[in-house]
């Protein structure tokens, strides 16, 4: 999990925010799965996940959750799924949206009335959103390692030279014929 989590805050330093939302992303359905074994299904163990180590990091001044963890997955989804940040969660008449900027705007929010609907757009920094998912990440991988939770990761690239075994005269990594 340190290689992956270099590599996000690589990714944030270097302002590549594209990369940085999806390793950051991931990096949050890897948590969730190591902390929540014992849950069924991937969207329950990140929703869960988000509420214990994230989501209580995401209130403005006044305790006011911005984004929700069901939010924050729809998110996930849209980004990881669609390729798209736009995003509308309907509750009644309110049309919430999560608007990604890098001006430097973070945790606002702004109401606008169009008859009977109202419209919450709610504006975030995109390197200040992923610093914190960064920094939910990072204590949560000290507090898991404190209780004996394995936060390793099994997924390495293999560097320099390497051989294989053939098979059936063919190799990937070889021209084959």
């Not at 309907?90 to 109401?111: E, L």
């Amino acid at each position: 999990m340190d290689k992956i989590l270099k590599t996000l805050y690589d990714d944030i330093e270097k302002e590549d925010y594209y990369s940085a939302f999806y390793v950051a992303l991931a990096l949050v359905g890897t948590c969730s799965r190591k902390q929540f074994p014992e849950l069924s299904g991937d969207r329950n163990k990140y929703l869960n996940w988000l509420e214990n180590y994230y989501v209580p990091l995401y209130e403005n001044g006044q305790n006011q959750v911005l984004i929700t963890a069901e939010a924050f997955y729809k998110l996930r989804c849209s980004l990881l799924h669609e390729s798209t940040s736009e995003l509308e969660l309907k509750n009644g008449n309110t049309i919430s949206k999560i608007i990604i900027t890098t001006t430097g705007s973070h945790r606002n929010c702004a109401i606008v009335k169009n008859g009977d609907v109202e419209i919450k757009e709610i504006i975030v920094d995109a390197k200040k959103f992923l610093k914190e998912i960064y920094e939910s990440v990072f204590i949560w991988k000290k507090e898991a390692e404190k209780r004996g939770i394995d936060t390793n990761c099994k997924f390495e690239i293999i560097t320099g030279e390497w051989s294989s075994t053939e098979i059936n005269g063919c190799c990937a990594f070889k021209n084959c014929k």
